[in-house]
């Protein structure tokens, strides 16, 4: 039986951007862009967040159970990441789910 891991991004965004973390070369989707990952759970961030969507994608080894998050502007958090423009996600390398979940939330804008 394939294991399922649970894990938790956030969705921010300010003036028509998103902010996108690049990954690390090696590991799982390496050297793709993706939505920031966290690795508490949203709820000890409080009011700070709540549930945007949720994803699920099968690799080789384990099912990913993703849930994203929307954060609100007051929180911050230190790590490296871009402001990337809306109109420029298209020319980033994104793993499926994480482009086909932003897809969705652009098409309801």
Same mark, same amino acid.
């Given at each position: 039986?394939?294991?399922?891991? #649970?894990?938790?991004? $956030?969705?921010?965004?300010?003036? !028509?951007?998103?902010?996108?973390? *690049?990954?690390?070369?090696? +590991?799982?989707? /390496?050297?793709?862009?993706?939505?920031?990952?966290?690795?508490?759970?949203?709820? $000890?961030? +409080?009011?700070?967040?709540? &549930?945007? /969507? #949720?994803?699920?994608?099968?690799? #080789?080894?384990?099912? &990913?159970? !993703?849930?994203?998050? @929307?954060?609100?502007? #007051?929180?911050?958090? @230190?790590?490296?990441?871009?402001?990337?423009?809306?109109?420029? $996600?298209?020319? &980033? +390398?994104?793993? *499926?789910? @994480?482009? *086909?979940?932003?897809?969705?939330?652009?098409?309801?804008?």
């Amino acid at each position: 039986m394939i294991p399922t891991k #649970s894990r938790h991004f $956030l969705w921010i965004e300010s003036c !028509g951007k998103l902010l996108l973390d *690049k990954r690390v070369d090696d +590991g799982i989707w /390496g050297a793709l862009w993706c939505l920031p990952q966290i690795d508490i759970e949203p709820e $000890l961030l +409080g009011d700070h967040v709540k &549930l945007q /969507g #949720s994803f699920k994608h099968t690799f #080789s080894h384990y099912k &990913l159970d !993703g849930k994203v998050w @929307i954060i609100n502007d #007051s929180y911050t958090e @230190i790590t490296p990441r871009q402001w990337i423009p809306f109109d420029n $996600l298209n020319d &980033l +390398g994104l793993p *499926k789910p @994480i482009r *086909k979940l932003i897809e969705k939330h652009l098409n309801k804008i």
